[in-house]
């Protein structure tokens, strides 16, 4: 065993502990460096050099949560679907590649299935729901 | 010593985010702390050699949820968004007062204590272990275990999404307002 | 777990004599290690990234028939650190209608994010930080706090530029994650493993090894891959969240200074990653194109120098297309990636699956030269 | 013969595929897949016969069974052993049953191609039939209470779809929330049951429960204050009176003919509503234990006459043949009653074959005249011959005629109610079973040649269409009648046929009337009397039971000679032999003169009219049982109206009182309490007590139940934790 | 310190956070955030037992189907308050009263 085997994940913190630092380190040279000189216009919200009118944070289109739904499923399909791809090979020079093939393929076809509603349904078109939703405000 | 660093430092993201869930008034803010808590989950994974729970932890949670979460606060009018009845059904405020909060907290202390009764018996059945720092590949022993013993639920686990994607889909899509 | 930097070094003498040094304190001795090796890839790669800036301006330039930056320094190469101190020495302004934490935490995250991603980034088959067994799934969900960083990024400043740019960005992001994790997936198919480890010691030898060449299907992912990674950083053609001609810069509006800085490093460094990641799952990573049957550190750096040479030439790539191509429409963008790329990233899927089984796991080199 | 897994599976898998098939694609093949159904009941039906064909004409002795088992999963840790089993279990009561199911099923699905066609809901209806099917194969199937309860729950929700499946009538929406609702008072105490039968042998398998009482692990054991197998007992027969609509728990049935006329002929005649009576006769020797019989004998008396009252006066032809279900399913809870076990048994698959081959019959009236009002029909003998054929065999046999399969399964439950009721040395009250039981028998061939004769005999009547009301058979000589010879063919004639011929007794009974008074056949022919019998709970005690994927490799037995003493109905040596023999002579021939008496006066009053018609007798008590004893009135009115919304009421309150108090204003919060408590006063103590004393205990035992449902997510969470944390510190861990 | 216990009690304490953010938050979102947390202590002590107790990977499969189901769950729930937004314009859970009656 060599003495490494332990602390794979050691680099991973080091990396993210690496960013903390650098963003803590990088504002602090801007702290240091940077002038201050803050002022009432220089700190709204950029609109064209208009007053901005009232907050951003406002109820957006809908889409854009169809859009996550949609993935979001898909992502946890996919996670699922690592471990047998991982293990895909190994069963197939073990000969039971058939099995795991059908498991596998069963499993994208469910996928399809989703892709496929969402697609006739018109979830996946940006532009077509947004005139649906126009022609219905009619 | 590394991975007791870890766990120390990942209880602490998971425990201090997690309070702050719980006691930040700001719903963006608490999304972002759930994030946080939900990182250090990830991390406790690791430190018992679960890395495959702890990546899906990550992708799932991380990719996924918190970003739907983040989605539907703004969908639904940000954090400034304030009840419309509140004032005139004497509703309490949504994120809480301190009445919701003392019942929260009775409750919890319930737990606590109930969950103590439990713990205090299992400590005593499973005293601290130390394992060493072998962490076996999990994930193709996970894979076995998707495609042999657990295959019925894999493949159900597909047919459950698509329900909730066809069902999600269904009541977010856009449509007409009655 | 796998081999990773400390355990490569630790076959050779010096290593022991380290240990003495640490007072056989080997964790401590394996996070000097490390540390410094983790220095000097940040280092690196901001380097790379600062030098990418540099490169866009100088490639664009070209393109277009101009000169580029060409003060600072011989031939303007030291523009990029000039942009950095200016950066640095740029006054902070944060919008008083702000969500002040999230909008220090949005730059923190997208930060995190990228370089998380660097300590598994095969760098040659000795000098691998951390070879995860899970190493490209864990790739793919630590960087999707980008997505989040975008989002936030949009969000805390309060404007509606930045607002429309996050929302759009993340979505946009998350949307290609998809075609990008299901290619990913047929190459853990190919390969029977996440680790970087594994996808690598399958690629070894000449170039009909890699996998891009291994059947048909996975040409094709390659190609998914790169448009999908192209589109989660955001860069041209897909660069809609920071759209100029739109939405002004988009997420990243009301940022300055620094802050400004970390999410261009972030961005600059994720497309090196993506690059780094597609030359090594797909284009044979640094594997020499012969089999010495010595390892020695020298080698160990030429497979450096072979990696950085391809995940540059993709760099180039990147670049070349930005200033070629124009800049899709939002609707173009979400029917590329759910009506092409993901059903053409799932039939890949499928395809590579069937050819393992019916050939037995066979690449086309091994069809056609006959298996060695 | 050999049995795995795979030659009984596809009973069950068959209609399962098919389903999925028609439901994902159905609309995408041709004729919407009606003939996949139908093809995949076939399949089913061919693997039970192979089952039926080993257990009845094999070699197999009378108490063999098949018991497969799997674990489905197991949390056991050390000791404490928990797991779920579940599995297969066929015994000669399963085997005929999945016979019967499967064969009318099929015949069912035939007719339904026909039936449904060129319906708006032809898809859908062949989408739910084979799930149906499947769910009650399951049912069948199952080794264990728990899968059965699965499955149990899958009919209900089958038949809450079915019933409403023309989801544009609200009519029919209301009638399936009623059935569901109503059949789910009766899951909630099945389930109750299931938990106490658990609590006390850890497991739900039918095989454990009979070695349970056979080791007499139920002694000793009491739930509040009760012994606990009275208390399991009455839960499971609770669950079985919802299913079966026994009363009080009868009233969804009625309205359940909303649905299309074969899906009530499969769901509501003929399967899924004896699964009750199946239920209660595998949980027999727990009724025998928790000495429930005397109470399931009377609940199925008074459900067996009251709903045959009822039936007299309805002049929808499926509201009669609804009432008459019930009234038989109350026959049957009879017989579970009595100690009439096989009688029970045989009752279930003769009235399942006959009820449906009778809504079959009405199915194929109303489809060819589209017209279900008795007053509207008649003389339709002439177009549709070979409907009147079948229907008039199958009121025959519900008629108890004897030769006929009603009378072989009625009769024997009769004989046997006779002996419980006046010679078995019960309680004299208990008399009322077979006094109420004989009544119900001559009001049965009253009512059902009183449907005969209004629809298939006397002047066609269709057009005439303000006729009003019951029994005025006057109509006029309209022969401008619409009738659909052309929809009548093959699909629609040859299941009716095929049905009605097993409405003969001989198939059942050895001897053409079953009390051995015309033996035709012999002794040897008694297979039914000789297969199914009462589980003998001892030899549970330590039965095979096998791997699921095993193969069955057993030896088998010889059928045992004339173990069944036929004269008596019991085997062995039993002193009360000769009674039972007498009273089961008695019966056969009361029962005979009873029939004709109810024939004979139907015959005198519609086709004769030389009696004025029963509304004109009784004008008050028809009242009554057209409005079905007001027990629609009573739930809606009273339980409802009355008890719930005065209990919302007073919830509101509690819900601002107790949980919101905090938010509200100090002096509105008074006020409201006051104005609130002062309304719930008015609503609750003065109206119910003084209107209605029934209110008023509904309302308490409401209470009880209602107090949580006060519509906050997060006070329902609240209630859930703090009942988890008591269970926790209350059970030592 | 590490050790069975140390992750009961981690799992606890969001366990308990979780139950006091779905009791005191009346938004929506926050209560299907108490959600999250209350599944994730589930799930964390699943892995728990299966490293400390059953010594099989058993415990990373059901935390896996946690995660799944997690992740539907909160699907489906942010859709429903999302439509429930666009009929009632609140996000207030005492609003949601359209069953009590």
Redo the contacts between chains.
């Keep these: 065993m060599t003495p490494a085997q332990f602390d794979g994940l050691m680099p991973v913190v080091i990396f993210m502990g690496l960013a903390v630092l650098l963003f803590v380190g990088g504002h602090f040279l801007s702290v240091l460096l940077a002038p201050k000189k803050p002022s009432h216009l220089k700190s709204t919200p950029y609109e064209c050099g208009e007053e901005p009118v009232g907050s951003a944070w406002s109820a957006f289109n809908i889409r854009f949560y169809v859009v996550g739904l949609i993935f979001i499923i898909f992502d946890v399909e996919s996670v699922l679907m690592f471990p047998v791809a991982s293990i895909f090979r190994e069963m197939n020079d073990m000969g039971h590649g058939g099995y795991a093939l059908i498991i596998l393929l069963s499993f994208i076809s469910v996928l399809i299935e989703g892709i496929a509603y969402c697609w006739k349904k018109g979830d996946l078109d940006w532009v077509k729901s947004y005139q649906v939703s126009a022609k219905n405000n009619k | 010593m590394f991975v007791q660093l870890l766990f120390a430092l990942s209880a602490l993201l998971t425990v201090g985010c997690a309070i702050a869930v719980a006691v930040t008034k700001n719903i963006m803010h608490s999304c972002i702390f759930l994030l946080g808590s939900l990182l250090g989950i990830a991390g406790l994974y690791a430190t018992l050699g679960a890395d495959f729970v702890a990546v899906t932890q990550i992708m799932v949670y991380v990719g996924g949820v918190v970003i739907l979460m983040l989605f539907a606060v703004m969908l639904t009018g940000g954090k400034d968004f304030v009840s419309r009845a509140q004032n005139l059904l004497g509703l309490a405020p949504a994120m809480g007062n301190k009445w919701t909060y003392a019942i929260g907290l009775l409750v919890g202390l319930v737990v606590l204590l109930t969950n103590v009764k439990l713990i205090m018996n299992i400590s005593k059945a499973y005293p601290a272990k130390i394992f060493g720092n072998d962490f076996p590949s999990t994930v193709n022993q996970i894979g076995h275990l998707l495609i042999k013993e657990h295959v019925l639920a894999f493949e159900l686990s597909s047919v459950l999404l698509l329900g909730a994607l066809v069902g999600a889909a269904i009541i977010a899509r856009p449509r007409k307002q009655g | 777990m796998n081999q990773t930097l400390v355990s490569y070094l630790s076959q050779y003498e010096f290593y022991d004599v380290l240990l003495a040094v640490f007072g056989k304190n080997e964790g401590l001795l394996a996070f000097t290690i490390y540390l410094l090796a983790a220095l000097a890839i940040v280092g690196l790669c901001a380097t790379i990234g600062g030098l990418g800036t540099y490169a866009e301006r100088k490639i664009s330039a070209d393109l277009q028939q101009r000169m580029g930056p060409n003060r600072v320094g011989p031939y303007g190469l030291l523009q990029f650190l000039a942009d950095g101190v200016k950066m640095m020495t740029k006054e902070d302004i944060m919008p008083f209608t702000a969500d002040k934490f999230l909008f220090y935490l949005a730059p923190m995250l997208a930060l995190i994010g990228v370089f998380a991603t660097l300590a598994v980034l095969p760098w040659s088959s000795g000098f691998m930080m951390a070879d995860l067994n899970v190493g490209v799934f864990y790739l793919i969900a630590i960087s999707s706090l980008v997505g989040v960083s975008v989002f936030l990024g949009g969000y805390a400043s309060n404007s509606k530029w930045s607002m429309l740019g996050g929302m759009r960005g993340a979505s946009q992001i998350i949307s290609y994650e998809i075609p990008v994790t299901i290619s990913i997936l047929a190459i853990t198919l190919l390969s029977g493993g996440m680790s970087f480890g594994t996808i690598l010691s399958h690629q070894q030898g000449t170039p009909v090894n890699w996998f891009i060449f291994h059947n048909p299907f996975a040409f094709v992912a390659f190609f998914v891959y790169a448009i999908g990674a192209l589109a989660e950083t955001n860069r041209a053609p897909f660069d809609l969240p920071e759209a100029e001609s739109e939405l002004v810069s988009g997420y990243h509006t009301e940022y300055t200074g620094m802050r400004f800085g970390f999410f261009a490093l972030a961005e600059y460094i994720e497309v090196f990653v993506v690059c780094g990641v597609g030359a090594a799952l797909f284009l044979g990573g640094g594997n020499l194109p012969f089999n010495l049957d010595i390892d020695i550190i020298p080698l160990q750096f030429a497979q450096v120098v072979i990696f950085m040479t391809k995940a540059l030439l993709l760099y180039y790539v990147v670049i070349w297309v930005r200033w070629t191509l124009p800049r899709l429409r939002v609707d173009q963008l979400m029917s590329i990636c759910w009506k092409y790329l993901t059903p053409i990233a799932i039939v890949n899927l499928m395809g590579c699956a069937i050819w393992l089984v019916v050939f037995n796991g066979k690449s086309m080199a091994d069809l056609i030269f006959g298996s060695h | 013969m050999e049995y795995t897994v795979g030659n009984i599976a596809p009973i069950f898998l068959s209609p399962v595929i098919a389903f999925v098939i028609n439901a994902f694609f159905g609309r995408k093949l041709p004729r919407q897949g009606d003939w996949l159904a139908t093809l995949s009941i076939f399949i089913s039906f061919i693997f039970s016969a192979r089952i039926f064909g080993d257990f009845v004409f094999g070699t197999f002795a009378t108490d063999f069974f098949i018991h497969k088992t799997f674990t489905w999963f197991d949390l056991s840790h050390g000791a404490n052993i928990w797991k779920v089993d579940m599995g297969i279990y066929i015994d000669n009561m399963a085997a005929i049953m999945l016979l019967m199911v499967s064969g009318v099923a099929f015949l069912i699905h035939l007719f339904s191609t026909w039936y449904m066609d060129h319906d708006e809901k032809h898809g859908r209806f062949f989408v739910f039939l084979p799930l149906f099917t499947s769910a009650m194969l399951g049912l069948v199937l199952s080794d264990n209470l728990f899968s059965l309860f699965i499955f149990w729950e899958i009919m209900g929700f089958c038949s809450y779809s079915l019933i409403g499946i023309y989801n544009k009538k609200e009519a029919a929406g209301d009638a399936s929330l009623k059935a569901f609702m109503t059949t789910r008072v009766g899951d909630v105490f099945l389930l109750l049951g299931m938990v106490a039968i658990w609590m006390v042998i850890g497991s739900v398998a039918y095989v454990d429960i009979y070695a349970a009482i056979a080791e007499g692990k139920f002694a000793g054991q009491t739930v509040i204050g009760i012994s606990l197998a009275t208390f399991a007992g009455l839960c499971i027969f609770l669950g079985g009176m919802g299913k079966s609509a026994q009363f009080p728990l009868h009233v969804w049935l009625p309205d359940a003919m909303m649905g299309p006329t074969p899906g009530s002929a499969l769901i509501h005649a003929a399967t899924m509503v004896a699964a009750g009576v199946y239920l209660s006769l595998r949980m027999y020797p727990l009724m025998v234990l928790g000495d429930l019989t005397w109470f399931i004998a009377v609940i199925g008396a008074i459900t067996a006459f009251g709903a045959a009252t009822i039936a007299l006066v309805q002049t929808d032809i499926k509201a009669v043949l609804a009432f008459s279900t019930i009234s038989q399913l109350g026959y049957m809870m009879i017989g579970v009653g009595v100690g009439s076990y096989n009688a029970a048994f045989m009752h279930l698959i003769t009235h399942a074959i006959f009820k449906a081959c009778l809504f079959l019959s009405a199915g194929s009236v109303i489809h060819s005249v589209h017209e279900q009002e008795m007053p509207k029909l008649g003389g339709l003998r002439k177009y549709l011959p070979y409907t009147h054929f079948a229907m008039m065999c199958c009121t025959l046999a519900i008629a108890g005629i004897p030769f006929f399969s009603g009378f072989v399964s009625k009769d024997r439950i009769l004989g046997d109610a006779l002996y419980f009721g006046f010679m078995a040395g019960q309680n004299p009250l208990l008399a009322i079973v077979p006094i109420l039981g004989f009544a119900g028998a001559g009001l049965t061939a009253f009512y059902m040649f009183r449907m005969m004769f209004l629809t298939f005999y006397g002047e066609n009547r269709m057009g005439h269409h303000d006729s009003h009301g019951d029994d005025h058979a006057h109509g006029d000589h309209h022969h401008g009648h619409e009738i659909h010879h052309e929809h009548l063919d093959a699909r629609s004639n040859v299941p009716l046929l095929i049905l009605s011929v097993f409405t003969l007794g001989v198939w059942f009974a050895g001897s053409l009337t079953g009390q051995g008074i015309v033996k035709v056949f012999g002794e040897k022919t008694e297979w039914f009397k000789i297969l199914v019998e009462a589980p003998k709970v001892e030899r549970f005690v330590k039965h095979p039971r096998e791997a699921f994927g095993a193969t069955d490799s057993r030896v088998k037995a010889e059928l045992p000679k004339a173990k069944y003493d036929h004269q008596s109905g019991y085997a062995g040596p039993n002193p009360d032999d000769h009674k039972i023999h007498t009273a089961h002579v008695v019966g056969a021939w009361m029962s005979i003169v009873i029939a004709f008496l109810g024939v004979f006066i139907a015959f005198l009053m519609y086709i004769k009219k030389s009696i004025k018609p029963l509304a004109s007798m009784f004008p008050g008590y028809t009242e009554t049982l057209k409005n079905k004893y007001y027990f629609d009135n009573l739930y809606v009115d009273v339980i409802i109206k009355k008890g719930l919304l005065g209990l919302?009421r007073f919830l509101?309150w509690f819900d601002m009182g107790i949980f919101?108090r905090?938010?509200?204003?100090g002096w509105?919060a008074v006020n409201r309490v006051l104005f609130k408590a002062s309304k719930w006063f008015d609503n609750v103590v003065v109206d119910a007590i003084g209107v209605d004393g029934t209110g008023v205990a509904v309302n308490l035992f409401n209470l009880v139940l209602r107090i949580v449902q006060s519509?906050?997510?997060?006070f329902y969470?609240?209630m859930l934790?703090?009942v988890?944390?008591s269970y926790?510190?209350t059970v030592n861990? | 310190m590490m050790s069975l216990v140390s992750y009961l009690i981690i799992s606890l304490i969001l366990f308990i956070v979780g139950l006091v953010v779905m009791i005191a938050r009346k938004n929506i979102i926050a209560i299907l955030l108490g959600i999250e947390l209350i599944l994730n202590a589930a799930a964390l002590n699943f892995v728990a037992y299966s490293r400390y107790v059953t010594n099989n990977l058993d415990g990373h499969v059901f935390s896996l189907f946690i995660i799944v189901i997690a992740a539907a769950e909160s699907a489906i729930g942010l859709a429903i308050v999302i439509r429930f937004f666009q009929i009632k314009e609140t996000i207030h859970v005492d609003e949601a009263t359209q069953l009590r009656n």
């Design positions: 919302n509101s919101d905090f938010a509200v204003d509105a519509g906050k997510i997060q969470f609240i934790i703090v988890l944390a926790i510190w861990i």
